[in-house]
């Protein structure tokens, strides 16, 4: 059985991953959120404080019953509650008083640049930052219960430092609970991703697993029609993937390599006994039919839209680079690749390999005849690339028996097929 990678690591990672992120981004949402929060909470505190003033005051000084001082009693008391410069006025917007605590004297001038906050039947604020201190520039209505509105208090409200900090304190808590929520969430959630994870890996490898033994069937059958075993197909699948990793190719590409390797001749399905197992030469229109495999090889394909990663070996891998080659007379780079690569290990394997009607060549002398055609039937850059490999190549795999070579090309598949690379 292949063997399959443990996927908990890496699935372990992207939970931690998605965790953390979007604890992070939650995180700073909620942050935001919370200090919008800490504007209404101080605004709470400043009207608390402002409406120490009351409008029956106001009416008692504007009826004369309430002397200034009086009033500038209770705007003192304001002022004590943390509020810097206090401004007090009646129903017309005219100013009737101000108080700045002897303290913030010095500051009268900071605070006053920051501007003044429209007096309206709705309280209305302003942040500012006074010497790094947040403050409040408030501006409040001081209305009856019924809503008449008998003057306007505006002032600087200034909290102590201890208000601020708890406030902060019951931010960073929130987010801190938030964090840790998702935290917990993203802990509980992972046995139960596992578990799925586990049970769509079994399902997807057992399918890949039936198309892989389906590549294997329909290379066995072409092999037995052509007096031949499985040795030919896992001995120039070896080959191909040894030369595709040689000359680069991405993962993707090696998947329809190893594929095409497998069903290149599956063509000769369709191809009568006579011809196929003809033990000599075939006559011009003999030949003419055995080149029919290469479409009917695509037809088969074309059955299964797994099965055509296989394509452009099973289609090309009998053109030449010169363009002399069938069925489509490409030339060059206008041959894709993987059918390149192919042809140069599908000849080698044919010239050293033993069959009825002739023996095997060592692989010096297979890559001197090939050698002659670097460049007509061969792309020279990938004949190149092979030519040091084969000897060692030929040594492991050449004259290994069908249950070794198996054994050899099951890692192979695994890496490819069964890793996820990309």
Known sequence: MIATEDPRPTLRRRLLVVGMFTALLVGLITWYMESERIDDRVLTLALG?????????????????????????????????????????????????????????????????????????????????IQGEFALVVAVPI?????????????????????????????LRTVALVVLAIALTTLTVYPVVLALHREVLVRSRSILKGNLELLEVLGSAIAQRDSDTNVHNYRVTLYAVALGEAAGQSAADM????????????????????????????????????????????????????????????????????????MAGLAGEAIPRNARIFAVVDVFDALTSRRPYKEPM??????????????????????????????DLF?????????????????????YFMAGND
């Open 362 to 391: 060592s692989p010096a002398a297979a890559l001197e005849i090939m050698l002659r055609d670097r460049g007509s039937h061969f792309d020279p850059a990938l004949l190149d690339l092979f030519a040091p490999l084969a000897p």
């Open 143 to 171: 209305q009856h219960p019924g809503g008449e509105t008998v003057g306007y208090l505006e002032g600087v409200y200034l909290p102590d430092p201890e208000t601020l900090a708890q406030i902060r304190e019951d931010v």
């Open 49 to 129: 404080a402002a409406h120490r003033i009351s409008p029956a005051s106001l009416e008692a000084h504007a009826q004369g019953r309430l002397d200034a001082a009086a009033l500038q009693t209770l705007v003192e008391q304001v002022a004590a509650d943390h509020f810097g410069i206090v401004e007090l006025y009646d129903r017309h917007k005219k100013r009737l008083m101000e108080y700045v605590p002897p303290a913030l004297e010095a500051l009268e001038e900071e605070l006053k640049q920051g501007g003044h906050v429209e007096l309206a039947q709705e309280p209305r604020y302003m942040k500012h930052l």
């Open 395 to 415: 040594a492991r795999y050449g004259e290994t028996d069908e249950s070794r070579l198996r054994q050899t090309l099951l890692p192979v598949l695994e890496r």
């Open 255 to 326: 998947r329809n390599l190893i594929a095409g390797a497998f069903l290149h001749d599956v063509g000769k399905i369709g191809i009568s006994d006579t011809i196929l197992l003809k033990p000599g030469r075939l006559t011009p229109e003999e030949f003419q039919v055995m080149k029919n495999h290469v479409r009917l090889g695509e037809d088969i394909l074309r059955q299964s839209s797994w099965l055509l990663q296989a394509r452009d070996v099973v289609a090309h891998h009998h053109e030449k680079y010169d363009g002399s080659g069938y």
